[in-house]
Protein backbone atom coordinates (compact mmCIF):
# COMPACT_ATOMS: atom_id res chain seq x y z
CA UNK A 1 0.00 0.00 0.00
CA UNK A 2 1.46 3.32 -0.89
CA UNK A 3 2.33 5.81 2.19
CA UNK A 4 -0.65 8.16 2.54
CA UNK A 5 1.01 11.70 1.68
CA UNK A 6 1.75 14.19 4.53
CA UNK A 7 -1.38 16.11 5.88
CA UNK A 8 -1.25 19.97 4.94
CA UNK A 9 -1.05 22.11 7.94
CA UNK A 10 -2.99 25.70 7.46
CA UNK A 11 -2.06 28.08 9.68
CA UNK A 12 -4.73 31.01 9.70
CA UNK A 13 -4.13 34.28 11.31
CA UNK A 14 -5.37 37.67 10.97
CA UNK A 15 -6.51 40.81 13.14
CA UNK A 16 -8.75 40.69 16.03
CA UNK A 17 -12.78 40.26 14.59
CA UNK A 18 -11.31 39.80 10.56
CA UNK A 19 -13.32 36.56 10.46
CA UNK A 20 -10.67 33.62 11.08
CA UNK A 21 -13.11 31.55 13.28
CA UNK A 22 -15.74 31.04 10.81
CA UNK A 23 -13.61 30.71 8.21
CA UNK A 24 -12.05 28.23 9.92
CA UNK A 25 -15.75 27.22 10.68
CA UNK A 26 -16.59 27.34 6.58
CA UNK A 27 -13.61 25.44 5.93
CA UNK A 28 -14.25 22.61 8.15
CA UNK A 29 -17.46 22.51 6.56
CA UNK A 30 -16.76 21.91 3.08
CA UNK A 31 -13.98 19.43 3.70
CA UNK A 32 -16.89 17.68 5.60
CA UNK A 33 -18.86 18.29 2.57
CA UNK A 34 -16.40 16.69 0.27
CA UNK A 35 -15.66 14.15 2.39
CA UNK A 36 -12.61 14.75 3.46
CA UNK A 37 -12.69 15.57 7.58
CA UNK A 38 -9.81 17.91 8.40
CA UNK A 39 -7.97 17.62 11.78
CA UNK A 40 -8.68 21.02 13.35
CA UNK A 41 -6.91 22.56 16.27
CA UNK A 42 -8.08 25.29 18.19
CA UNK A 43 -4.88 27.38 19.76
CA UNK A 44 -7.18 30.22 21.09
CA UNK A 45 -7.50 29.44 24.88
CA UNK A 46 -9.74 32.44 25.17
CA UNK A 47 -12.25 31.56 22.81
CA UNK A 48 -16.12 31.69 24.56
CA UNK A 49 -17.67 29.17 21.92
CA UNK A 50 -15.78 27.11 19.02
CA UNK A 51 -18.59 27.12 16.49
CA UNK A 52 -17.17 23.71 15.11
CA UNK A 53 -15.97 20.59 16.64
CA UNK A 54 -11.89 20.57 17.53
CA UNK A 55 -9.96 17.31 17.66
CA UNK A 56 -7.81 19.21 19.42
CA UNK A 57 -8.44 22.51 22.14
CA UNK A 58 -6.16 24.34 23.74
CA UNK A 59 -9.16 25.24 26.52
CA UNK A 60 -8.89 21.65 27.43
CA UNK A 61 -5.35 21.63 28.29
CA UNK A 62 -4.64 24.92 29.33
CA UNK A 63 -7.33 27.01 31.52
CA UNK A 64 -6.92 30.46 30.10
CA UNK A 65 -8.80 32.36 33.75
CA UNK A 66 -6.66 29.70 36.37
CA UNK A 67 -3.05 30.99 34.10
CA UNK A 68 -4.47 34.30 34.67
CA UNK A 69 -5.25 33.82 38.42
CA UNK A 70 -2.21 31.83 39.08
CA UNK A 71 0.61 33.97 37.33
CA UNK A 72 -1.40 37.20 38.91
CA UNK A 73 -1.73 38.33 34.17
CA UNK A 74 -4.10 40.47 32.77
CA UNK A 75 -6.14 39.17 29.98
CA UNK A 76 -3.08 39.39 27.17
CA UNK A 77 -0.28 38.21 29.90
CA UNK A 78 -2.69 35.30 30.16
CA UNK A 79 -3.32 34.09 26.55
CA UNK A 80 0.43 34.48 25.72
CA UNK A 81 1.32 32.31 28.95
CA UNK A 82 -1.63 30.01 28.27
CA UNK A 83 0.02 29.44 24.47
CA UNK A 84 3.77 28.90 25.88
CA UNK A 85 2.37 26.52 28.47
CA UNK A 86 0.51 24.35 25.59
CA UNK A 87 3.79 24.75 22.96
CA UNK A 88 5.91 22.84 26.05
CA UNK A 89 3.66 20.06 25.23
CA UNK A 90 3.56 20.54 21.09
CA UNK A 91 5.24 17.66 20.50
CA UNK A 92 2.20 15.26 21.68
CA UNK A 93 0.36 17.35 19.10
CA UNK A 94 2.67 16.27 16.76
CA UNK A 95 2.26 12.53 17.34
CA UNK A 96 -1.37 13.04 17.15
CA UNK A 97 -0.85 14.66 13.56
CA UNK A 98 1.38 12.30 12.82
CA UNK A 99 -1.54 8.93 13.92
CA UNK A 100 -4.04 11.08 12.25
CA UNK A 101 -2.04 11.34 8.78
CA UNK A 102 -4.36 8.47 7.07
CA UNK A 103 -7.62 9.90 8.33
CA UNK A 104 -6.62 13.59 7.41
CA UNK A 105 -5.62 15.58 3.99
CA UNK A 106 -5.65 18.92 5.90
CA UNK A 107 -5.14 19.76 10.25
CA UNK A 108 -6.60 23.43 9.86
CA UNK A 109 -5.22 25.80 13.04
CA UNK A 110 -7.12 28.69 14.41
CA UNK A 111 -5.11 31.17 16.06
CA UNK A 112 -5.54 33.56 19.19
CA UNK A 113 -7.86 36.90 17.93
CA UNK A 114 -4.69 38.66 19.46
CA UNK A 115 -2.79 38.48 16.56
CA UNK A 116 0.75 39.02 17.93
CA UNK A 117 0.01 36.69 20.42
CA UNK A 118 0.76 34.18 18.01
CA UNK A 119 3.07 35.81 15.68
CA UNK A 120 5.22 38.02 18.20
CA UNK A 121 5.84 35.22 20.27
CA UNK A 122 8.27 32.22 20.91
CA UNK A 123 5.55 29.83 21.24
CA UNK A 124 4.00 30.97 17.89
CA UNK A 125 7.34 30.11 16.59
CA UNK A 126 7.63 27.29 18.27
CA UNK A 127 4.40 25.88 16.68
CA UNK A 128 4.68 27.27 13.32
CA UNK A 129 8.58 25.79 12.98
CA UNK A 130 7.36 22.00 14.43
CA UNK A 131 4.44 22.01 11.85
CA UNK A 132 6.55 23.26 9.01
CA UNK A 133 9.17 21.35 9.84
CA UNK A 134 7.34 18.11 9.53
CA UNK A 135 4.64 18.36 7.24
CA UNK A 136 3.54 21.30 4.07
CA UNK A 137 2.46 23.93 5.83
CA UNK A 138 1.12 27.33 4.73
CA UNK A 139 -0.50 30.95 6.25
CA UNK A 140 -3.62 32.03 5.59
CA UNK A 141 -4.02 35.54 6.66
CA UNK A 142 -7.25 36.24 6.91
CA UNK A 143 -8.10 40.09 6.29
CA UNK A 144 -11.40 42.18 7.19
CA UNK A 145 -12.03 43.47 3.45
CA UNK A 146 -14.91 45.52 4.41
CA UNK A 147 -12.76 47.44 7.26
CA UNK A 148 -9.64 47.80 4.54
CA UNK A 149 -11.19 50.35 2.09
CA UNK A 150 -9.36 53.27 3.47
CA UNK A 151 -5.92 52.76 1.53
CA UNK A 152 -4.01 53.50 4.61
CA UNK A 153 -5.66 50.96 6.69
CA UNK A 154 -5.11 48.84 4.04
CA UNK A 155 -1.46 49.39 3.86
CA UNK A 156 -1.43 49.01 7.15
CA UNK A 157 -3.03 45.41 6.89
CA UNK A 158 -0.56 44.44 4.25
CA UNK A 159 2.43 45.65 6.02
CA UNK A 160 1.58 43.27 8.80
CA UNK A 161 1.23 40.56 6.42
CA UNK A 162 4.51 41.13 4.57
CA UNK A 163 6.12 41.15 8.58
CA UNK A 164 4.27 37.85 8.97
CA UNK A 165 5.41 36.33 5.43
CA UNK A 166 9.43 37.37 6.37
CA UNK A 167 9.12 36.07 10.53
CA UNK A 168 7.19 32.87 9.19
CA UNK A 169 9.20 32.25 5.75
CA UNK A 170 6.10 29.82 4.86
CA UNK A 171 3.81 29.78 1.68
CA UNK A 172 1.44 32.69 2.08
CA UNK A 173 -2.19 33.13 0.98
CA UNK A 174 -4.27 36.28 1.87
CA UNK A 175 -7.86 35.64 2.41
CA UNK A 176 -10.18 39.06 1.89
CA UNK A 177 -12.75 37.79 3.69
CA UNK A 178 -16.14 39.35 3.98
CA UNK A 179 -16.60 39.45 0.58
CA UNK A 180 -20.07 39.39 0.96
CA UNK A 181 -20.07 43.26 2.18
CA UNK A 182 -17.82 44.47 0.01
CA UNK A 183 -16.01 42.96 -3.71
CA UNK A 184 -12.04 42.45 -2.72
CA UNK A 185 -11.42 44.00 -6.38
CA UNK A 186 -10.79 47.23 -5.18
CA UNK A 187 -8.04 45.92 -3.30
CA UNK A 188 -6.52 43.62 -5.84
CA UNK A 189 -6.52 46.75 -8.15
CA UNK A 190 -4.08 48.83 -5.30
CA UNK A 191 -2.07 46.02 -5.52
CA UNK A 192 -1.59 45.51 -9.35
CA UNK A 193 -1.50 48.89 -10.45
CA UNK A 194 0.53 51.08 -8.56
CA UNK A 195 -1.39 54.53 -10.31
CA UNK A 196 -4.89 53.29 -8.85
CA UNK A 197 -3.58 52.86 -5.23
CA UNK A 198 -1.99 56.81 -5.67
CA UNK A 199 -5.01 58.09 -6.79
CA UNK A 200 -6.83 56.94 -3.70
CA UNK A 201 -4.01 57.70 -1.91
CA UNK A 202 -4.57 61.62 -3.28
CA UNK A 203 -8.01 61.84 -1.01
CA UNK A 204 -5.32 61.77 1.76
CA UNK A 205 -3.59 65.08 2.73
CA UNK A 206 -1.71 63.25 5.99
CA UNK A 207 1.74 63.13 6.39
CA UNK A 208 1.03 59.25 6.92
CA UNK A 209 -0.30 59.18 2.81
CA UNK A 210 3.29 60.55 1.76
CA UNK A 211 4.83 57.51 4.19
CA UNK A 212 2.24 55.23 2.87
CA UNK A 213 3.35 56.17 -1.20
CA UNK A 214 6.65 55.16 -0.52
CA UNK A 215 5.92 52.32 1.36
CA UNK A 216 3.49 50.93 -1.26
CA UNK A 217 6.56 51.00 -3.64
CA UNK A 218 8.29 48.80 -1.26
CA UNK A 219 5.58 46.20 -1.47
CA UNK A 220 5.59 46.31 -4.82
CA UNK A 221 7.77 42.85 -4.70
CA UNK A 222 5.31 41.38 -1.90
CA UNK A 223 2.60 41.82 -4.08
CA UNK A 224 4.12 40.36 -7.09
CA UNK A 225 4.32 37.14 -5.24
CA UNK A 226 1.07 36.77 -3.57
CA UNK A 227 -1.70 34.81 -3.73
CA UNK A 228 -5.28 36.45 -2.86
CA UNK A 229 -8.79 35.28 -3.13
CA UNK A 230 -11.73 36.77 -2.28
CA UNK A 231 -13.57 34.69 -0.14
CA UNK A 232 -17.23 35.12 2.26
CA UNK A 233 -16.43 32.72 5.34
CA UNK A 234 -20.53 33.22 5.84
CA UNK A 235 -21.50 32.59 2.46
CA UNK A 236 -18.92 30.24 1.87
CA UNK A 237 -17.79 31.66 -1.92
CA UNK A 238 -14.80 31.53 -3.01
CA UNK A 239 -13.58 28.34 -1.35
CA UNK A 240 -12.62 26.50 -4.40
CA UNK A 241 -10.47 29.47 -5.88
CA UNK A 242 -8.95 29.06 -1.85
CA UNK A 243 -8.34 25.24 -2.51
CA UNK A 244 -6.88 26.24 -5.95
CA UNK A 245 -4.23 28.75 -4.25
CA UNK A 246 -3.43 25.96 -1.29
CA UNK A 247 -2.39 23.61 -3.78
CA UNK A 248 0.15 25.98 -5.41
CA UNK A 249 1.09 27.07 -1.89
CA UNK A 250 1.64 23.34 -1.01
CA UNK A 251 3.87 23.54 -4.36
CA UNK A 252 5.65 26.49 -3.59
CA UNK A 253 6.34 24.36 -0.05
CA UNK A 254 7.85 21.50 -1.51
CA UNK A 255 10.01 23.16 -3.91
CA UNK A 256 11.36 25.64 -1.86
CA UNK A 257 10.70 25.39 2.04
CA UNK A 258 11.38 21.42 2.13
CA UNK A 259 14.29 21.90 1.01
CA UNK A 260 15.67 24.74 3.06
CA UNK A 261 14.18 22.69 5.93
CA UNK A 262 15.92 19.55 5.20
CA UNK A 263 18.87 21.56 4.98
CA UNK A 264 18.35 23.14 8.51
CA UNK A 265 17.28 20.12 9.91
CA UNK A 266 20.78 18.10 8.17
CA UNK A 267 22.94 21.39 10.12
CA UNK A 268 21.05 20.41 13.21
CA UNK A 269 21.48 16.84 13.52
CA UNK A 270 25.10 17.53 12.16
CA UNK A 271 25.66 20.17 15.03
CA UNK A 272 24.05 17.32 17.51
CA UNK A 273 26.03 14.72 16.11
CA UNK A 274 28.92 17.10 16.82
CA UNK A 275 28.26 17.59 19.88
CA UNK A 276 27.30 13.93 21.01
CA UNK A 277 31.03 13.16 19.16
CA UNK A 278 32.40 15.99 21.58
CA UNK A 279 30.56 14.16 24.94
CA UNK A 280 31.69 10.74 24.28
CA UNK A 281 35.18 12.19 23.45
CA UNK A 282 35.67 14.08 26.60
CA UNK A 283 33.76 10.24 28.42
CA UNK A 284 36.82 8.57 26.56
CA UNK A 285 39.20 11.18 27.94
CA UNK A 286 38.18 11.14 31.06
CA UNK A 287 37.80 7.22 30.88
CA UNK A 288 41.26 7.38 29.46
CA UNK A 289 42.52 8.69 32.76
CA UNK A 290 41.82 5.71 34.43
CA UNK A 291 42.45 2.99 32.06
CA UNK A 292 45.68 4.85 31.98
CA UNK A 293 46.38 3.80 35.92
CA UNK A 294 45.04 0.47 34.59
CA UNK A 295 47.20 0.23 32.12
CA UNK A 296 50.22 0.69 34.13
CA UNK A 297 49.45 -2.44 36.13
CA UNK A 298 47.82 -4.39 33.09
CA UNK A 299 51.10 -3.42 30.99
CA UNK A 300 48.82 -2.22 27.50
CA UNK A 301 49.97 0.71 26.32
CA UNK A 302 47.22 1.46 23.84
CA UNK A 303 44.64 3.14 26.07
CA UNK A 304 42.67 5.50 23.58
CA UNK A 305 41.78 2.08 21.43
CA UNK A 306 39.25 0.94 24.01
CA UNK A 307 35.79 1.46 24.85
CA UNK A 308 34.68 2.33 28.13
CA UNK A 309 33.13 -1.23 28.97
CA UNK A 310 36.66 -2.41 28.14
CA UNK A 311 38.08 0.37 30.33
CA UNK A 312 35.93 -0.70 33.02
CA UNK A 313 36.89 -4.53 32.52
CA UNK A 314 40.46 -3.62 32.58
CA UNK A 315 40.30 -1.68 36.05
CA UNK A 316 38.57 -5.51 36.94
CA UNK A 317 41.35 -7.72 35.58
CA UNK A 318 44.53 -6.47 37.55
CA UNK A 319 47.36 -8.66 38.06
CA UNK A 320 46.58 -11.16 40.83
CA UNK A 321 49.55 -10.36 42.71
CA UNK A 322 48.80 -6.59 41.98
CA UNK A 323 45.17 -7.20 43.57
CA UNK A 324 46.85 -9.01 46.30
CA UNK A 325 48.58 -6.39 47.10
CA UNK A 326 45.98 -4.05 46.92
CA UNK A 327 43.88 -5.85 49.13
CA UNK A 328 46.41 -6.52 51.13
CA UNK A 329 46.87 -2.63 51.88
CA UNK A 330 43.01 -2.31 51.90
CA UNK A 331 43.14 -4.69 54.62
CA UNK A 332 45.86 -4.11 56.60
CA UNK A 333 45.08 -1.21 58.82
CA UNK A 334 41.60 -3.15 59.10
CA UNK A 335 43.55 -6.22 60.72
CA UNK A 336 46.03 -3.85 62.42
CA UNK A 337 43.12 -2.47 64.61
CA UNK A 338 41.30 -5.64 65.35
CA UNK A 339 44.45 -7.31 66.53
CA UNK A 340 45.36 -4.86 68.53
CA UNK A 341 42.34 -5.15 70.17
CA UNK A 342 42.75 -8.85 70.41
CA UNK A 343 46.38 -9.16 71.50
CA UNK A 344 45.22 -8.53 75.29
CA UNK A 345 42.29 -10.62 75.00
CA UNK A 346 44.27 -13.39 73.60
CA UNK A 347 46.85 -13.35 76.51
CA UNK A 348 44.38 -13.00 79.17
CA UNK A 349 42.78 -16.71 78.02
CA UNK A 350 46.07 -18.20 77.52
CA UNK A 351 47.15 -17.18 81.76
CA UNK A 352 43.19 -18.00 82.16
CA UNK A 353 43.56 -21.60 80.76
CA UNK A 354 47.30 -22.64 81.83
CA UNK A 355 46.02 -21.39 85.67
CA UNK A 356 42.94 -24.28 85.04
CA UNK A 357 45.14 -26.68 83.83
CA UNK A 358 47.72 -26.42 86.72
CA UNK A 359 44.51 -26.28 88.77
CA UNK A 360 43.45 -29.77 87.48
CA UNK A 361 47.03 -31.61 87.90
CA UNK A 362 47.24 -30.11 91.53
CA UNK A 363 43.84 -32.29 92.10
CA UNK A 364 44.88 -34.83 90.26
CA UNK A 365 48.42 -35.71 92.27
N1 LIG B 1 -20.51 39.74 6.74
C1 LIG B 1 -19.61 38.88 7.12
N2 LIG B 1 -19.29 38.77 8.40
C2 LIG B 1 -18.37 37.86 8.77
C3 LIG B 1 -17.71 37.04 7.84
N3 LIG B 1 -16.83 36.25 8.49
C4 LIG B 1 -16.95 36.57 9.77
N4 LIG B 1 -17.87 37.54 9.95
C5 LIG B 1 -18.25 38.15 11.22
O1 LIG B 1 -17.17 38.82 11.78
C6 LIG B 1 -17.21 38.71 13.19
C7 LIG B 1 -15.91 38.14 13.70
O2 LIG B 1 -15.82 36.83 13.21
P1 LIG B 1 -14.89 35.75 13.91
O3 LIG B 1 -14.93 34.55 13.05
O4 LIG B 1 -15.26 35.59 15.33
O5 LIG B 1 -13.52 36.47 13.79
P2 LIG B 1 -12.14 36.08 14.50
O6 LIG B 1 -11.08 36.66 13.66
O7 LIG B 1 -12.07 34.64 14.77
O8 LIG B 1 -12.31 36.84 15.84
P3 LIG B 1 -11.35 36.80 17.11
O9 LIG B 1 -11.03 35.38 17.38
O10 LIG B 1 -12.13 37.46 18.18
O11 LIG B 1 -10.18 37.58 16.70
C8 LIG B 1 -18.41 37.85 13.52
O12 LIG B 1 -19.47 38.66 13.85
C9 LIG B 1 -18.68 37.11 12.23
O13 LIG B 1 -20.03 36.77 12.05
C10 LIG B 1 -18.08 37.18 6.46
O14 LIG B 1 -17.58 36.52 5.56
N5 LIG B 1 -19.03 38.12 6.16
Redesign the pocket.
Known sequence: MAAAAAPVCVLVL??????????VQRLAAHLHGQRCPPYVINL?PA?HSLPFPANIDIRDTVKYKEVMKQYGLGPNGGIVTSLNLFATRFDQVMKFIEKRQNASKYVII?T??QIEVFTWSASGTIITEALASSFPSVVVY?MDTSRSTNPITFMSNMLYACSILYKTKLPFIVVM?????IDHSFAVEWMQDFETFQDALNQETSYVSNLTRSMSLVLDEFYSSLKVVG?????GTGLDDFFVQLSKAVDEYEREYRPEYERLRKTLEKVQNKQKRDQLEHLWKDMGTVCMQGNTLAGSDDASAMGPSELILTRGTLDEEEEERESDTDDIDHEVTEESHEEPAFRNFMQETRMKYQRRSNQNE
Open positions: GMAGSGKTTFDVDPGVNKTDIVSAVL
